[in-house]
């Protein structure tokens, strides 16, 4: 059996893409970050199955992860107002902060997701044969 036709897949870019944390391949969502049909995650791995809602309720803990991204990003945003307008209105911090929450919030949720599957998840790790085309069994 020859694995030369399988090349690991980085796991950053596999990351930005929401990709599978196990073969890298398939995808996790059905859809785009701000696509207007809103988050469509698959239950299972289209590639390899693995079943991405580890334990029923599992992705409570991703609401965690997305509250802490929310806070980095608050934090971020107040310290980048204050820099570059050097504003102290208080509705200034108020407003841009709302919104970006708004912006915001596909894209922490989708990658609250992705984090907790590729970091936070314990026995959970890349299989790079598994990357390739699958042997179908029917
Ligand atoms: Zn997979």
């Not at 701000?34 to 698959?42: A, F, I, R």
């Not at 570059?84 to 989708?110: A, E, K, M, Q």
């Amino acid at each position: 059996m020859t694995t030369d036709n399988i090349k690991p897949i980085p796991q950053f870019s596999a990351f930005i893409q929401a990709k599978c944390p196990r073969c890298r391949r398939g995808k996790m969502f059905a859809n785009s970050t701000y696509s207007l049909s809103g988050q469509n995650m698959y239950k299972s791995c289209p590639h390899c199955n693995l079943s991405f809602e580890r334990e029923p309720g599992y992705f409570y803990v991703a609401m965690f992860v997305s509250y802490a991204m929310n806070v980095a990003e608050m934090v971020t945003l107040a310290v980048a107002i204050a820099v570059l307008t050097g504003s102290d209105n208080p509705w200034v911090y108020v407003s841009v902060l709302l919104g970006s929450i708004l912006v915001l919030s596909p894209f922490n949720f989708r990658y609250s997701r992705v984090m907790l599957l590729y970091w936070l998840t314990p026995g959970l790790h890349y299989h790079p044969e598994m990357s390739g085309d699958m042997p179908h069994k029917h």
